[in-house]
C-alpha cells in the first residue's frame, strides 16, 4: 500500500524515465558543451548559438573583472603579517613536525613512567622488607623503610646484646624510630611490629593515641648531650 | 573550442602553488586571485547583480581567512571558492532583508533610474557582458548552474553539492537553461 491508500498492483507500471523531453544525442552534445570541449560533430545545428553564446560567457577576463586585487592582495599581507612564524610553514611540514614531536613525546613519556614504575616498585618492596639485604639498608637509610632483618628477626645496626645504632649520623641526635610509618596502625596492634624497637629501656617512640584510623605518634629524640628525650616529630597518619 | 576560464588552469602546477600560497606567498595568492576573480564576478553578476563586488570582496577575505586550513586538488580549491561567494551571498541577501528600506512611492518619478530592457541591452552587444545579462532572464537555478558548469569549471557532482541538489536534477536545470537560451537567441535572431 502507498502512503495515499493506493495498493501497489493498482499503480501504473510505466517505465520510468528521468528526463523524457531530452534525447541521448542532445544530451551528448549539451553535456559537451557544459564541460567545455565544444560543440561535437553531427550535433543538432540548432545548438550552435548555444556553443556561441558558452564560448561568450567564458571568454578571457575584462579589465572590471580584475579591480579588487589590490584590495585582496591588502588583506593577504594583513592576515600573513599577523599569523606567528610557525604557522607559515606548509601544511605538510607541520605536520612532520608534530608527527615528530608526538613521537617523541611517547617515548619520553613511556620512559617516565617505566622509572616511576621500578621506582614505586622498589619503595614498595623496600616497605614490605622484601629487598636484599644491602639494597634494604640503603633503602632504610635513604627513605625510611624498615632496617633489614636477618631471618631471626634481628634488625640490622642492632647488635646482639640489644644496643641500638643510632639512626641519625649527627653525632648529637639518636633517634629512634619504631620503623616505617605504619597507616591504619592501632595503638592496640597486637601482632609484631615493623622493627622490633626500641630496646627494653623503654618505647621511644609513643603513641599518644588514635584519630578515626590513623594513629597519632611521637617521634623522641634522645640527645646524647644531656641525655633528655626531646619529642622531635608529632605526626598523623 | 571552450575553455572555462577557470577550469583546469593550473594543472600539475598547482599544489606548489596553493602551499606556496599558504606559506605567505603574495605571488602565490595573486596568481589563485587572478585565476578566480574574473569567473567569481561573472557568476556574482548574475546570482547578486546589485552587490557582485563587494561580496567577491567578502568572498576574498573569508578565502584569505581560511587558506592555511583548506585541504584538496583544484576542483576542490574552485568548489570551495564558489561554495563560500554562494553563503556571502546568502548572508547578503539576509542583512538586506533586514534592513528597512525606503518605499518606492515616496520617490519621484523623475528620480528614478531608467532601465533599459535586459534582453534587448544583450542584443545590442555582444560579448560575455550580453551573455551575462541574458543569463538572468533564466530561472536562477538553471543560470547558476550553468555558471558553475561552463565559468567556474565544476563538474555535475560537485555542482549538486554546491546546491544542495542531486545531480539528475543539475542535469536537469542545466539542460533546460541551455534550452531556454536557444529559443532565446533564435527568436531574436542574434549569434553571440
Same mark, same amino acid.
Given at each position: 500500500m502507498t502512503g495515499s491508500g493506493v495498493s501497489g498492483s493498482n499503480m501504473p507500471s510505466q517505465p520510468w524515465t528521468a528526463r523524457p523531453d531530452v534525447s541521448p544525442a542532445e544530451d551528448t552534445s549539451v553535456e559537451a558543451l557544459l564541460a567545455g570541449a565544444g560543440l561535437p560533430a553531427g550535433?543538432?545545428?540548432?545548438?550552435?548559438? /548555444?556553443?556561441?553564446?558558452?564560448?561568450?560567457?567564458?571568454?578571457?577576463?575584462?579589465?572590471?573583472?580584475?579591480?579588487?586585487?589590490?584590495?585582496?592582495?591588502?588583506?593577504?599581507?594583513?592576515? !600573513?603579517?599577523?599569523?606567528?612564524?610557525?604557522?607559515?610553514?606548509?601544511?605538510?611540514?607541520?605536520?612532520?613536525?608534530?608527527?615528530?614531536?608526538?613521537?617523541?613525546? /611517547?617515548?619520553?613519556?613511556?620512559?617516565?613512567?617505566? /622509572? !616511576?614504575?621500578?621506582?614505586?616498585?622498589?619503595?614498595?618492596?623496600a616497605y614490605a622488607d622484601v629487598l636484599p639485604g644491602s639494597w634494604q639498608q640503603f633503602a632504610h637509610s635513604a627513605i625510611g623503610a624498615p632496617a633489614y632483618r636477618a631471618k631471626h628477626g634481628r634488625p640490622a645496626g642492632t647488635s646482639a646484646a640489644g644496643s641500638a645504632v643510632p639512626h641519625s649520623r649527627h653525632p648529637a641526635h639518636q633517634t629512634y624510630l619504631s620503623g616505617p610509618p605504619a597507616r591504619h596502625r592501632s595503638v592496640h596492634h597486637a601482632g609484631p611490629p615493623h622493627l622490633v624497637w626500641p630496646p627494653a629501656t623503654g618505647p621511644f617512640v609513643h603513641h599518644s593515641g588514635a584519630l578515626g584510623a590513623h594513629a597519632v605518634h611521637n617521634v623522641i629524640v634522645r640527645t646524647a648531650r644531656d641525655g633528655a628525650d626531646r619529642r622531635l616529630l608529632r605526626g598523623r597518619e | 573550442m571552450l575553455v572555462p576560464i577557470l577550469g583546469a588552469v593550473f594543472g600539475e602546477d598547482f599544489p606548489a602553488v596553493l602551499a606556496a600560497a599558504q606559506r605567505g606567498s603574495e605571488a602565490a595568492f595573486t596568481r589563485l586571485w587572478l585565476d578566480a576573480n574574473p569567473a567569481l564576478i561573472r557568476y556574482l553578476r548574475v546570482i547578486a547583480p546589485e552587490a557582485a563586488e563587494d561580496v567577491a570582496s567578502d568572498t576574498w577575505v573569508q578565502v584569505v581567512r581560511g587558506l592555511v586550513r583548506f585541504r584538496g586538488d583544484e576542483p576542490a580549491w574552485r568548489a570551495w571558492l564558489f561554495t563560500t561567494a554562494r553563503r556571502r551571498v546568502i548572508d547578503a541577501s539576509r542583512r538586506r532583508s533586514r534592513r528597512r528600506e525606503e518605499p518606492l512611492e515616496d520617490v519621484p518619478v523623475a528620480a528614478l533610474p531608467v532601465i533599459a530592457d535586459a534582453a534587448d541591452e544583450a542584443m545590442e552587444r555582444l560579448g560575455?557582458?550580453?551573455?551575462?545579462?541574458?543569463?538572468?532572464?533564466?530561472?536562477?537555478?538553471?543560470?547558476?548552474?550553468?555558471?558553475?558548469?561552463?565559468?567556474a569549471g565544476l563538474d555535475t557532482d560537485a555542482v549538486a553539492r554546491l546546491l544542495g541538489r542531486s545531480p539528475g536534477a543539475v542535469r536537469v536545470a542545466a539542460h533546460r537553461g541551455l534550452r531556454r537560451l536557444a529559443e532565446i537567441l533564435t527568436e531574436a535572431g542574434v549569434t553571440l
Open positions: 550535433a543538432d545545428p540548432e545548438l550552435r548559438p /548555444v556553443a556561441d553564446f558558452l564560448a561568450a560567457l567564458s571568454a578571457r577576463p575584462a579589465g572590471d573583472e580584475l579591480t579588487g586585487l589590490a584590495a585582496a592582495q591588502a588583506e593577504f599581507r594583513r592576515h !600573513v603579517a599577523a599569523r606567528p612564524a610557525h604557522a607559515r610553514q606548509s601544511p605538510g611540514r607541520r605536520r612532520r613536525r608534530f608527527g615528530l614531536a608526538t613521537r617523541l613525546s /611517547v617515548k619520553a613519556g613511556a620512559a617516565t613512567a617505566l /622509572v !616511576v614504575m621500578a621506582l614505586g616498585g622498589a619503595a614498595a618492596a | 560575455t557582458q550580453s551573455a551575462i545579462t541574458l543569463l538572468e532572464r533564466l530561472p536562477r537555478l538553471q543560470a547558476e548552474v550553468i555558471l558553475l558548469r561552463v565559468v
